[in-house]
Each structure stands twice: as C-alpha cells, then as structure tokens.
Nanobody, 123 residues
Framework: VQLQASGGGLVQAGGSLRLSCTSS????????VGWFRQAPGKEREFVAT???????DYADSVKGRFTISRDNAKNTVYLRMNSLKPEDTAVYYC??????????????????WGQGTQVTVSS
C-alpha cells in the first residue's frame, strides 16, 4: 500500500492549507486514516483521524481549526487547516490503520505511512 501526502507549504499565521493523502490501495476507502505531525526535536503527535464520514476525531490543539474528510471515489483523505499558527509548523504524515479497534491516537496502531509534507507557518 502506497500513500502520497501533498499540499504542504509556507503560509502566514492565520492562513489556510489543505493537505491531501492519496492511496493506490483497493481497501483505502474502508480503512481508518490518520494524520500525524512531527516538529523538529519533538515526537510525532496525533492530529486527526477519520473512519467513516461521520466518525472523526481531533487533537485538542487543532479542534475547531482543522477538518478531516474523505472522498472515497478519489481514494483521498483531506486535512483542511484553518487559522494556522506558528506552532502548527511540522512535517505532516498520513497513515492507514487497518484495525479500527486499535487506538487512533497511537502511531503504533498504524500500518502504512506516507512520506510526509512540510507545513511552515510564519508569524
């Protein structure tokens, strides 16, 4: 299973970006997908996850600003990021969690990872 994350870039504080995670896997549309991020010198942290369109969850630090969604016809999961802050600066990764019962907040629960896309928010 290959995942491709894209959409990162440089944006000013208060701005927006939309990240995309696309997969060639045939089971992508039924898989749980998560977004994680890792800032320099810090551990990778959970950002958001989606199972069905109605079942999503977010880290407290991004609730109300980020929205995760999916388009199964395009085999793509999106992360819309609004009101970006300098502390959102990180490499963002998408990943597939095959087993819904595993914790969505733990990176060890995810089986396949994309290569990451850099998001830089300037103050």
């Amino acid at each position: 299973v290959q995942l491709q994350a894209s959409g990162g870039g440089l944006v000013q504080a208060g701005g927006s970006l939309r990240l995309s995670c696309t997969s060639s896997g045939r089971t992508f549309s039924t898989s749980a997908v998560g977004w994680f991020r890792q800032a320099p010198g810090k551990e990778r942290e959970f950002v958001a996850t989606i199972e069905s369109a109605e079942n999503t969850d977010y880290a407290d630090s991004v609730k109300g600003r980020f929205t995760i969604s999916r388009d199964n016809a395009k085999n793509t999961v999106y992360l819309r990021m609004n009101s970006l802050k300098p502390e959102d600066t990180a490499v963002y990764y998408c990943a597939i969690r095959r087993f819904y019962s595993f914790s969505p907040y733990d990176s060890e629960s995810y089986d396949y990872w994309g290569q990451g896309t850099q998001v830089t928010v300037s103050s």
